[in-house]
């Protein structure tokens, strides 16, 4: 029977951010009010936490979390969450939810779970949502997705696209970084090379589409903040504590 679980990448280094994770917000480690979030999803079986810091894995299981301890060497947090996934019995769907999403939508976890666990041939899913702002259009750091007429990705990039002959004609949609897999496909997933279009954009998800592979895109009204780099701590807390 198909089960779908969480696995919530946690790493201690980090350039802009070194020990995120553990950092407090609103009284409690960030890591915590990501793994409260997606307790809160409906059809998940587990909920586990993979990361490379002992005292990551020591926080996590003191507040009741599973803890999948895994290697150091991973260069992303889809390796580490398909370290993690490689040991889980039964599971046969993962969803990959950032650790530095505390104000993650659990009906949006439950969405991409459910679509997976309905559609066996589905490899994969994420989502996004319809950017209202020209300056998000604009900037690069604002990751863009084009769909068809099914909501599969047709493409990902940080440049406006499409691009905008006619204004109005086609709306823009901001890729958000939640992800979901089966978990076959994530074991084949990690395999592949990175190739010319993944490090052309520096964008992980365009090595799917380049070994076609399909991605359902979910279209969401809401879009969570995240903790990227300490001066968006005060922001998301303002968030958690109202």
């Not at 301890?69 to 969450?81: E, K």
């Not at 976890?109 to 994969?124: K, Q």
């Not at 084009?146 to 004609?169: E, I, K, W």
Request: with cysteine.
């Amino acid at each position: 029977m198909p089960q779908a679980a969480v696995i919530i990448p946690a790493r201690w280094e980090s350039t802009r951010f070194p020990g995120k994770p553990l950092h407090v917000i609103a009284g409690k480690p960030l890591i915590r009010h990501v793994w409260e979030r997606c307790r809160e999803a409906r059809g998940i079986e587990r909920i586990v936490v993979a990361t490379d810091h002992p005292r990551i894995a020591e926080t996590a299981a003191a507040f009741g979390a599973e803890v999948a301890m895994t290697s150091p060497a991973h260069q992303s947090g889809t390796d580490r969450i398909a370290e993690a996934a490689a040991a889980l019995r039964g599971v046969t769907h993962v969803v990959n939810v950032q650790g530095d999403e505390p104000l993650i939508d659990p009906a949006l976890i439950t969405e991409l779970a459910e679509t997976l666990l309905a559609e066996p041939d589905l490899e994969m899913i994420t989502a996004a949502n319809e950017i209202d702002d020209e300056a998000d259009v604009q900037n690069p750091n604002v990751v863009k997705v084009v769909l068809d007429r099914r909501s599969n990705a047709l493409y990902f990039s940080r440049s406006p696209v499409p691009f905008a002959r006619h204004a109005g004609v086609v709306p823009c949609y901001r890729h958000q970084g939640i992800y979901g897999y089966s978990t076959a496909f994530l074991a084949q997933f990690v395999q592949w090379p990175p190739g010319l279009l993944e490090r052309t954009e520096g964008l992980e998800q365009l090595r799917a589409l380049e070994n076609g592979a399909r991605i359902r895109v979910v279209l969401t009204t809401r879009r969570s903040l995240g903790v990227d780099a300490p001066e968006d701590v005060a922001a998301v807390e303002s968030q958690l504590i109202r």
